[in-house]
């Protein structure tokens, strides 16, 4: 689309139900309606703008097609649409009265051209009779000012009108018409536009027949290089009649399908909607990166401290549970009691409490759509970077909570029990076997009669096995239990890391449900704006 001039006023087009369809503007309403607030403002703005011109162009007459007359100075323009309505309708080079301004001419009697003119806001106006059926009647052409004049308001007219027309007749004259103003300042912005776009190359009879083959061929290559290879490129002379003739037909043709209001709509919304792809990534690299969110919110929770308390938490644990009992009744009987029944750590016990770091969780979080939000435009990537900030600060207490209601501390194993009862009986053995002997000490020295004592093997007696064996069972129960706890941490700390690395990647989280909801918008932003480019860029049924 042409470069717009400025906000159009007027009533907006949310609702086009009398639109035809076939300029795609339905389209053009969904990504404007999903773009908002995500593609460039400019762009956006544009969309607003045809959407208006749209529907204010069709809802005037559409049996008329505006055909504007572009071009440079010296080109011939004026003399072209003299030549082409066959009357002096307008004053060509230095006596043209007023330059700052359009000269419309309508080709046949007909009050609603008049509305239309109203909304181009041209007003000097000429009327011509319509020659017969296969004329221009119908056409309301347009004699633009030049478009390389000095004076601003000229050439901002040029464009206003350009933009507003339905079919566009651009004359170039064989010493200017490779000028860069013309191909890189307009016909790079009407790639999508060949359907609505002429070019004629006046004051042909300048050149020599073979010269003039070869400025056609050059202006085409040019065109070409600009995307505009269908356009229609004839050689005309405006003063002496040389081509004007087929010019006018094909112009005729174009006015009597009545399709060219729809062209130029359809052609607009085209190029936006190719502009709005080409500012998008494929939808598929619209995502959250799930391995650095996750790796971000692991190191933000202390993952590696956790897991090693968790480990110490289950060998202090389990030492408790096989201590001697013996041990715990000199060591304290009811605090080691009290110990066992809360599950609390023993003094200077290092088990951490789920911390989290909210500015390792936030940049966490901004590396994680960096990937999307680097390949989205401006507005839609500073939106999401915004909300992956935000956040940080409820997904910190999310974690803290459901990190807290993880078994850090473990419950008692049953072969903690086990064990704990085998030692337990061993020093009863052990306890029983030294009474034994206690007793039979002192039933000696009290020369009174002595205590049995069986023999288990040789001369060694039931309360001597029953000492040693007890004890020695107590400390191998011991030594073997605590041998077992070092795999059984590490057993336990790997159970707790999945259970983390389940939390951190938990998809059903309130606080992330923005993030997540914006990169879905914008999938869906950019699967619009390419399956619609891939529409408009197929080659229509002719």
């Not at 990166?289 to 060998?315: H, K, P």
Request: glycine share 12%.
């Amino acid at each position: 689309m042409i470069r717009s001039m400025g906000s159009e006023r007027g009533s907006t087009a949310a609702g086009h139900g009398g639109v035809c369809p076939e300029i795609g503007l339905e389209r053009l309403q969904a990504l404007h309606a999903l773009g908002t607030g995500r593609l460039p403002p400019a762009l956006v703005e544009e969309m607003e703008q045809v959407q208006r011109r749209a529907e204010q162009r069709l809802a005037r007459s559409r049996d008329h097609v505006v055909v504007a007359v572009a071009g440079g100075t010296g080109s011939g323009k004026s003399s072209l649409v003299n030549a082409l309505v066959g009357q002096e309708v307008s004053a060509p080079g230095v006596r043209r009265p007023t330059t700052d301004h359009a000269v419309a001419v309508t080709v046949g009697e007909d009050e609603r051209a008049a509305a239309l003119l109203d909304w181009l806001q041209v007003f000097e106006r000429h009327t011509v009779p319509a020659a017969g059926e296969g004329d221009l009647a119908g056409a309301v052409i347009l004699d633009l000012p030049d478009i390389d004049s000095v004076v601003d308001a000229h050439w901002a007219v040029a464009e206003r009108l350009i933009e507003r027309c339905d079919l566009l007749l651009w004359v170039v004259d064989p010493l200017k018409y490779a000028h860069g103003l013309a191909h890189e300042g307009y016909f790079a912005r009407l790639a999508h536009h060949a359907e609505v776009l002429m070019v004629a190359l006046n004051h042909a009879d300048r050149l020599a027949p073979a010269d003039r083959q070869g400025c056609l061929e050059h202006l085409r290559e040019l065109l070409g290089r600009q995307g505009l290879r269908a356009v229609e490129v004839l050689a005309t002379d405006a003063i002496g009649g040389e081509g004007v003739a087929g010019l006018a037909e094909r112009i005729g043709a174009r006015v009597r399908e009545r399709r060219a209001p729809l062209e130029r709509l359809r052609a607009d919304v085209a190029e936006l909607v190719t502009r709005s792809a080409a500012c998008l990534p494929e939808p598929g690299l619209v995502e959250l990166d799930s391995e650095r969110l996750g790796a971000a919110q692991r190191q933000a929770v202390n993952e590696t401290a956790l897991l090693a308390g968790a480990a110490t938490a289950y060998r202090q644990g389990g030492q408790r549970a096989l201590a001697s009992p013996l041990k715990r009744l000199l060591g304290g009987l009811f605090a080691g009691l009290r110990r066992r029944t809360t599950g609390a750590a023993e003094p200077g016990a290092a088990l951490p409490r789920p911390q989290v770091a909210e500015a390792l969780l936030r940049d966490g979080l901004l590396q994680a759509v960096e990937p999307a939000a680097g390949r989205l435009p401006a507005p839609a990537a500073e939106r999401l970077r915004d909300l992956a900030a935000a956040a940080a600060a409820p997904r910190a207490g999310e974690l803290r909570g459901r990190l807290g209601g993880l078994p850090w501390f473990p419950r008692p194993r049953v072969w903690w029990r086990a064990l704990g009862g085998l030692r337990g009986a061993s020093e009863a053995v052990a306890v029983f076997g030294a009474l034994w002997l206690a007793a039979r000490g002192v039933a000696e020295w009290l020369a009174l009669p002595s205590l049995p004592a069986p023999t288990v093997l040789g001369e060694i007696g039931w309360p001597t096995a029953l000492l040693v064996g007890g004890s020695t069972a107590s400390l191998l129960l011991g030594w073997g239990g605590r041998r077992l706890l070092g795999p059984g941490g590490r057993r336990h700390a790997r159970r707790l890391q999945r259970q983390v690395a389940e939390t951190v990647a938990e998809e059903e989280s309130a606080a992330l449900a923005g993030v997540r909801e914006e990169l879905e918008h914008c999938q869906r932003l950019s699967t619009r704006a390419h399956s619609a480019a891939t529409e408009v860029a197929t080659p229509r049924a002719a």
